[in-house]
T-cell receptor
Framework: AQSVAQPEDQVNVAEGNPLTVKCTYS??????LFWYVQYPNRGLQFLLKYITGDNLVKGSYGFEAEFNKSQTSFHLKKPSALVSDSALYFC??????????FGAGTRLAVHP | DTGVSQDPRHKITKRGQNVTFRCDPISEHNRLYWYRQTLGQGPEFLTY????????KSRLLSDRFSAERPKGSFSTLEIQRTEQGDSAMYLC?????????????FGPGTRLTVL
């Protein structure tokens, strides 16, 4: 069965420091991986996706993610965190029938 | 705004009442999805449509839940005889094509509270 794990409930980082939000996956076949962000009382906003090709994927708001097949990981990164990046981040894997399977989410807190 | 829209944004109801939510997808998106998100969890798939056809329903979708997309445009999700366990955020998403790589774009959600 396909699944996604986000091992950290919360990540704390100081503004201006690099941030990493971790995601590991378990799928059969080639994974299609996504990152979404959710602000309070809002829906999910698409950040980026990996389908094939370069392992480093660039997305919205300066975020990027690195696909690592051997470690079955798809960690979200940003070189310099902003306070406005504070939100809930979800990693997801897409099944062949188009359903998204989400992780439980990681709360990112960026402190001034 | 040409994104996915949902109505209402919030709904408070008493146990046993029926509720209906509406989702308007991005124009010309032929796939429409419903997800449910409870506090502290990621969204869970409920059902999806390609045009007006409902192609899959999750086991989470009990007989009290029904979804329609009569003309292949907007969709409604109805919950009959609501229970406190139905309290959640109901999210709608749409995608443009029938390919497995297409991105799903989400609406703001409808937060349901069952008293």
């Amino acid at each position: 069965a396909q699944s996604v794990a986000q091992p950290e409930d919360q990540v704390n980082v100081a503004e201006g420091n690099p941030l990493t939000v971790k995601c590991t996956y378990s799928v059969s076949g080639n994974p299609y991986l996504f990152w979404y962000v959710q602000y309070p009382n809002r829906g999910l906003q698409f950040l980026l996706k990996y389908i094939t090709g370069d392992n480093l994927v660039k997305g919205s708001y300066g975020f990027e993610a690195e696909f690592n097949k051997s470690q079955t990981s798809f960690h979200l990164k940003k070189p310099s965190a902003l306070v406005s990046d504070s939100a809930l981040y979800f990693c997801a894997v897409r099944r062949g029938d188009n359903k998204l399977i989400f992780g439980a989410g990681t709360r990112l807190a960026v402190h001034p | 705004d040409t994104g996915v829209s949902q109505d209402p944004r919030h709904k408070i109801t008493k146990r046993g009442q029926n509720v209906t939510f509406r989702c308007d997808p991005i124009s010309e998106h032929n796939r429409l999805y419903w997800y449910r998100q409870t506090l502290g969890q990621g969204p869970e798939f409920l059902t999806y449509f390609q045009n007006e056809a409902q192609l899959e329903k999750s086991r989470l979708l009990s007989d009290r839940f029904s979804a329609e997309r009569p003309k292949g445009s907007f969709s409604t999700l109805e919950i009959q005889r609501t229970e406190q366990g139905d309290s959640a955020m109901y999210l709608c998403a749409s995608s443009p094509l029938a390919g497995s790589t297409d991105t799903q774009y989400f609406g703001p959600g409808t937060r349901l509270t069952v008293l």
